[in-house]
């Protein structure tokens, strides 16, 4: 069997799940979730520490939610689209993005690369108003500090913290002594994270309204 067959074949056998499990005909997007972040966190288990044949077994796992949404909106009365729109879809965007690939540009460095892609970004997502725009809030509170860190950083100035780990492995004791503080006061360490990311995100829209550059306070990167 060929790729190509391969991948209409699980497209088939999720759309003949579909049709005939009756606890599947009930899942809709928002019921699939749960399942889908448990996915993902087992793919992210496989590639850290996790074998090749985890890998593979859980890469299976997140595609079949892949069909699954697909399927699901295929039979949506308002607006439906399929598995090979979104192929379809996707495999435009990318070659938008990667115009030293697919075009005449030229990109010899990663960083170039970089330049490329966030000017077709940046095309695509003309009505965006603030760098902050297209930041899922629902993303981990580290992940998504990074994140707003990372949108923010071109823009603002961003204080960094006083204690400097100097190796990954020194961050993660840092951040684990943080817990472990939190945990002995009675404090939310994902609560107090987060409540923190909200202050700088209206710091960096507010600077944003009013044309400033802005500074992010020292104790948001702490």
């Not at 595609?63 to 879809?89: K, N, Y």
């Not at 994140?147 to 100097?166: C, D, F, T």
Request: hydrophobic share 45%.
């Amino acid at each position: 069997m060929s790729e190509a067959d391969a991948l209409r074949a699980a497209v088939d056998t999720m759309r003949a799940v579909r049709d005939r499990c009756v606890w599947s005909q009930q899942i809709t997007h928002r019921d699939l979730v749960p399942y889908l972040q448990e996915e993902a966190a087992e793919l992210i288990d496989a590639v850290e520490v996790g074998t090749g044949d985890d890998l593979r077994e859980e890469l299976g796992d997140l595609l079949w939610q892949v069909l699954f949404h697909a399927e699901i909106a295929s039979r949506d009365g308002t607006a439906p689209f399929d598995i090979d729109d979104v192929a379809l879809a996707l495999t435009e965007k990318m070659v938008r993005r990667h115009p030293h690939v697919f075009a005449d540009a030229v990109a010899t460095t990663p960083a170039e690369v970089l330049v490329h892609w966030n000017a077709a970004k940046a095309a695509e997502k003309r009505a965006r108003t603030s760098v902050l725009d297209g930041v899922s809030p629902h993303m981990p509170s580290l992940a998504l500090a990074q994140k707003l860190l990372g949108r923010a950083a071109p823009h603002h100035r961003v204080a960094e913290s006083p204690h400097r780990p100097a190796t990954e492995a020194e961050l993660g004791d840092a951040l684990l002594a943080l817990v472990v503080t939190a945990r002995a006061r009675g404090w939310d360490a994902e609560r107090a994270l987060r409540e923190r990311l909200r202050v700088l995100t209206a710091e960096v829209r507010a600077a944003e309204a009013t044309g400033g550059a802005g500074t992010v306070p020292p104790d948001l990167e702490q």
